[in-house]
């Protein structure tokens, strides 16, 4: 009866145990990177349907969480607002009332010091302009553009050549040749940028949860 009991407790212990490390593991903690689905704006739009992988995601914004005195904040890189450090409840509800898919990935094998590093790029960044040529030696950052910048000298993120045709029919996607008619420059075909469903589709990022 005794030893029933001990291997009883054992069992019970460990179940409690796998259940506080799974809580653990779905928490949101810093340095993780939450991902914003496509709404209906043009430009949103624009860049998803140019910007599929495999993976087939959604994705058109890009975030880094921090919390700070319990109470998670994102750092990112907004079109309108440039870079700025938002409460996760705006990320997740923003004021322009658009409902967006968020999902919360975390960088599999990084050390605390280089997540705080990239933390502390992340806030001396803020009041940056949002770069609207998409061009990386343009001023300011753009979403991706700003995630792949804290993390640069660790190497997480790679550039890789843009494209902005629409891949149905091999021809500039319409929402682009608005974009950049109206910047009165050359559509940047070529050049080496990212954007957030490339970087989702990264091996070294973990999926963790949906958040909503």
Same mark, same amino acid.
């Given at each position: 009866?005794? @030893?029933?009991?001990?291997?009883?407790?054992?069992? &019970?212990?460990?179940? &409690?145990? &796998?259940?506080?490390?799974?809580?653990?593991?779905?928490?949101?903690?810093?340095?993780?990177?939450?991902? /914003?689905?496509? #709404?209906?704006?043009?430009?949103? $739009?624009?860049?998803?349907?140019?910007?599929?992988? #495999? @993976?087939?995601?959604?994705?058109?914004?890009?975030?880094?969480?921090?919390? +700070?005195?319990? !109470?998670? *904040?994102? *750092?990112?890189?907004?079109?309108?607002?440039?870079?700025?450090?938002?409460?996760?409840?705006?990320?997740? @509800?923003? !004021?322009?009332?658009?409902? *967006?898919?968020?999902?919360?990935? /975390? =960088?599999?094998?990084?050390? %605390?010091?280089?997540? $705080?590093?990239?933390?502390?790029?992340?806030?001396?960044?803020?009041?940056?302009?949002?770069? #609207?040529?998409?061009?990386?030696?343009? +001023?300011?950052?753009?979403?991706?553009?700003? =995630? *792949?910048?804290?993390?640069? +000298?660790?190497?997480?993120?790679?550039?890789?050549?843009?494209?902005?045709?629409?891949?149905?029919?091999?021809?500039?996607? $319409?929402?682009?040749?608005?974009?950049?008619?109206? &910047?009165?420059?050359?559509?940047? +075909?070529?050049?080496?940028?990212?954007?957030?469903?490339?970087?989702?589709?990264?091996? %070294?990022?973990?999926?963790?949860?949906?958040?909503?």
């Amino acid at each position: 009866m005794t @030893k029933r009991f001990i291997n009883t407790g054992v069992m &019970l212990l460990m179940v &409690l145990s &796998l259940v506080m490390a799974c809580s653990k593991a779905n928490t949101i903690t810093s340095g993780d990177i939450v991902f /914003r689905g496509a #709404t209906q704006s043009d430009l949103s $739009e624009a860049i998803n349907e140019v910007t599929q992988t #495999t @993976k087939a995601t959604n994705y058109t914004h890009i975030g880094i969480c921090s919390v +700070e005195e319990g !109470k998670v *904040y994102v *750092y990112h890189s907004d079109f309108g607002k440039g870079v700025v450090k938002e409460p996760l409840e705006l990320f997740l @509800k923003p !004021k322009d009332s658009s409902i *967006y898919s968020v999902d919360l990935y /975390r =960088i599999k094998e990084i050390s %605390k010091v280089h997540v $705080e590093q990239a933390i502390s790029k992340a806030k001396a960044l803020i009041g940056e302009s949002y770069n #609207t040529t998409y061009i990386l030696e343009d +001023e300011g950052y753009y979403c991706s553009e700003y =995630i *792949y910048e804290l993390f640069k +000298e660790d190497s997480i993120f790679k550039l890789e050549p843009m494209t902005f045709k629409d891949p149905e029919t091999n021809a500039f996607h $319409e929402g682009w040749v608005t974009h950049y008619k109206d &910047l009165n420059i050359d559509i940047p +075909e070529g050049k080496l940028g990212c954007n957030p469903n490339g970087m989702a589709s990264n091996d %070294k990022l973990l999926f963790i949860k949906t958040l909503q």
